[in-house]
């Protein structure tokens, strides 16, 4: 969710080309950091239902 806040703040605040780079790559970086939190964070049961339930609801 923060990355996601930052990501809108940084296109509506630069006026180039960042404009459009800065939101993609601070959105990227904050959902590689979520999913690295997760993993390390996580309880083994956690995992185990995070992955159940990405077969039985795949992403479209």
């Not at 996601?4 to 780079?21: D, E, K, N, R, V």
């Not at 999913?35 to 990405?54: I, K, S, W």
């Amino acid at each position: 969710m923060l990355s996601a806040c930052s990501a809108g703040l940084a296109f509506f605040t630069l006026h180039s080309f960042w404009a459009w780079a800065a939101p993609i790559a601070i959105f990227i970086a904050g959902s590689l950091l979520a999913e690295y939190a997760f993993t390390r964070l996580a309880t083994p049961e956690e995992n185990q239902r995070d992955l159940e339930d990405r077969v039985r609801n795949p992403p479209k």
